[in-house]
């Protein structure tokens, strides 16, 4: 496990590919029709924060990357933290006009 630590581009995979398995598993739940609304907010409840850290994590690891690959990898999970921030926005912003 201190090996795997250790080398920044494997981290940065690892955190990227997590957090692409995360947005899929957020945004194809809600889409199945066995979940309840409850189900579904329980599930972002627990997901947004992982991916939040997970993000941030690969994100301060792109940083250690030698090499061309390292422009890559920020902007990447930049873009992640982008998205987060902004669907964590519109779920605020959007709060009062549910039904």
């Known amino acids: 496990m201190g090996k795997f630590f250790k080398n920044a581009l494997k981290v940065s995979i690892a955190f990227l590919v997590t957090s692409i398995i995360l947005y899929i598993v ?3 739940v809600p889409l ?3 979940f309840t609304a409850s189900t579904v ?4 409840g ?3 924060p992982i991916l939040s850290f997970i993000t941030i994590i ?3 690891y ?14 990447f999970h930049f873009v992640s933290i982008c998205i987060i921030s902004f669907g ?3 779920s605020i912003a959007l709060r009062n006009f549910a039904p």
Do not use: D, N
Not at 41 to 44: C, E, G, P, Y
Not at 62 to 75: A, E, P, R, T
């Open 32 to 34: 199945s029709r066995t």
């Open 58 to 60: 690969g994100f301060i």
């Open 88 to 90: 964590i926005y519109v």
């Open 26 to 28: 957020i945004i194809g």
């Open 41 to 44: 907010s329980i599930l972002v």
């Open 62 to 75: 792109s940083f250690f990357i030698k090499g061309k690959q390292k422009f890559i990898f920020l902007v």
């Open 46 to 48: 627990i997901a947004v």
